[in-house]
């Protein structure tokens, strides 16, 4: 969710008459209405900025405004917004589908649903996007299900010609997590469910319902490999303990099989956080939580990099002036863009992460992960926080067919999402690359 500002003159060069249509409507996040700060970068970061935006625009063969959104909007940075602005006055949660246009994916609708909790949805949806072509075997579908509080639009940077993903091969689908705000979570559940009373949404929820959206829609019933970061990987690992006669492979990046008790504390802390908001009504919150999102932002922003990567002061080698800019036009952006209510049951079912955790294995851990038989590599970050390669290493050894492959790099977590970090993203490629090709 990277920053504006600066970012204006990068998307200048080599593409400003193409830019000149949108650049005027383009704002950074913020909850008063004002304009974004300009901040003052090298030339040469503006250059390189530059470059790898034009390499996104040919790399993808995709319209300027796409790319834009592939190198701005999906970095996990700061977050920029075209033409939407938040009322200072009425505070109201940004519409999330309002944003995201339906013709920019499906919808997969599933009736009387009952979830692993025990509630049952009348009527619920899984939103999804595909990218390259079905094979008339329909041998070469990759899974690559969406993370914490991000959209299929959030993480498709990592698809296109000579990316992570390639869609000139594989048919790729993305299908939007239960919470997300795109597939059914509390900013749209109809009654008697809403922002006030939702269910609890599970993984084993999650991919239930994919694997009837991928069978429905388009007679898919066997999986060459699910790629997942984060809470995507978790989806991925629960996927082959589940199904594991439908999982050829798979690509665990920084995730885990079941969340630990260290992670937990975390999440814990992030809640308290976020519902220490003056708007917090006990179940809901009466509007937008700003105080509450500008504070979780910060603590996920400890939690999220590396110690060395905030010794080493890559926030300013990404563009930022400093810290406080790193801080509020990317980490409290990020979370003001979103809603409080949907981050509220995502983070519970990253607490209730547990791949063990259902009627087939009744809590046995060691036998849900023995039961992944796809040839899988797990690949945690050296220096991620959430996921430690301790805990990952723990988990992997317990795979009769899987390799421990972490990512060396001090970028923490956002390691397994490397925009502007072509190392990194070399590191994934060359794994996916490994597991396709056996």
């Known amino acids: 969710m990277a920053g504006l500002g600066h970012w204006c003159g990068s998307l200048a060069v080599g593409r400003a008459s193409a830019l000149s249509a949108f650049l005027p409507s383009m704002r950074v996040a913020a909850n008063d209405g004002s304009p974004p700060n300009s901040v003052v970068g090298s030339q040469r970061s503006e250059m390189l900025k530059a470059a790898h935006f034009n390499q996104v625009c040919s790399r993808t063969g995709s319209s300027v405004v796409h790319a834009r959104n592939a190198f701005f909007s999906n970095v996990g940075f700061a977050t920029i917004e075209l033409g939407w602005r938040q009322s200072p006055r009425t505070l109201q949660a940004p519409n999330q589908e309002a944003r995201v246009s339906s013709a920019d994916h499906g ?253 087939i294995y009744e809590g046995d851990l060691p036998a849900a992960l023995r039961a992944i038989t796809a040839r899988t590599i797990v690949m945690p970050s050296r220096t991620d926080l959430y996921f430690t390669p301790e805990d990952s290493g723990i988990e992997t050894a317990m795979m009769p067919n899987a390799e421990f492959r972490p990512i060396e790099s001090i970028w923490g977590h956002r390691a397994g999402n490397p925009v502007l970090n072509p190392d990194d993203e070399a590191t994934l490629r060359q794994a996916v690359s490994d597991l396709l090709a056996g």
Not at 151 to 156: G, W, Y
Not at 208 to 235: K, N, P, V
Not at 281 to 310: E, I, K, N, T
Not at 342 to 353: H, I, K, P, V
């Open 107 to 359: 919808n997969f609708e599933l009736e009387n649903v009952t979830l692993q909790r025990g509630i049952t949805l009348p009527r619920a949806k899984v939103a999804y996007k595909t990218y390259g072509r079905l094979a008339e075997d329909k041998s070469n579908v990759i899974l690559y299900p969406t993370s914490y509080g991000a959209q299929h639009h959030d993480t498709e940077w990592l698809i296109g010609p000579g990316r992570v993903l390639d869609p000139t091969e594989w048919f790729i689908v993305i299908p939007n997590m239960f919470g997300n705000g795109l597939s059914s979570s509390p900013s749209n559940l109809t009654a008697p469910f809403g922002s006030d009373r939702y269910p609890t949404f599970t993984h084993w929820d999650n991919v239930h319902a994919q694997r009837r959206m991928l069978e429905a829609e388009f007679g898919i019933e066997r999986l060459a490999m699910i790629y997942g970061w984060s809470m995507g990987a978790q989806q991925a690992l629960h996927w082959g303990a589940i199904f594991p006669d439908q999982v050829d492979r798979i690509c665990a990046v920084c995730g885990s099989a079941r969340t630990s008790v260290h992670n937990k504390v975390f999440l814990e802390g992030v809640r308290a956080t976020l519902t220490g908001d003056p708007n917090w009504r006990g179940d809901h919150f009466a509007a937008h939580p700003v105080r509450g999102l500008r504070a979780m932002g910060r603590v996920y922003a400890g939690w999220a990099m590396s110690q060395a990567f905030y010794r080493e002061k890559l926030y300013e080698q990404v563009g930022f002036s400093s810290l406080e800019d790193f801080l509020v036009r990317s980490w409290e952006a990020n979370f003001l863009r979103r809603d409080a209510h949907d981050l509220l049951a995502s983070l519970e079912t990253w607490m209730l992460s547990d791949i063990s955790d259902n009627e």
